[in-house]
């Protein structure tokens, strides 16, 4: 069982955002930037483009909810889309708010996020969600 699907089971606790019966969204513990989300299908799969067209299809459709719900509850002209996946093999979709290019740097991790900055965050996020 991969850590992902120990945190959609809720035996580790995380910042959910979103979900619904395929699909669960939440923040990214390592971001790049505040609000960085990971939206991952429920189902185990390492490989993003070995999900079912429809599945893939369907979770896209997941993820661009969330990134309008994102796109409201903060500050960030776009949110930017990724798709790296290889420390974790558990598909994910990175959503990443951005003011600038810069802001999608992996490299530039924030570190020691604060939890309480997290949790309003999430909140945030999660009451723009539709």
């Avoid at 979900?19 to 299908?41: C, K, M, Q, S």
């Avoid at 558990?90 to 949790?119: Q, R, Y």
């Amino acid at each position: 069982m991969t850590i992902f699907s120990r945190i959609i089971n809720g035996e580790i606790p995380c910042y959910k955002i979103a979900e619904d019966d395929r699909f669960f969204a939440f923040l990214d513990i390592n971001p790049v930037n505040w609000g960085h989300t990971l939206v991952v299908p429920k189902r185990e799969e390492d490989y993003i483009f070995d999900l079912a067209d429809d599945e893939l299809a369907d979770m896209m459709l997941f993820a661009k909810r969330v990134a309008h719900a994102m796109k409201k509850a903060l500050p960030c002209r776009k949110i930017g889309v990724t798709v790296l996946g290889l420390e974790v093999p558990h598909a994910h979709i990175h959503l990443v708010p951005l003011k600038s290019e810069g802001d999608m740097d992996f490299h530039k991790k924030i570190s020691d996020p604060d939890p309480e900055k997290m949790k309003q965050i999430a909140n945030a996020i999660t009451a723009e969600f539709e």
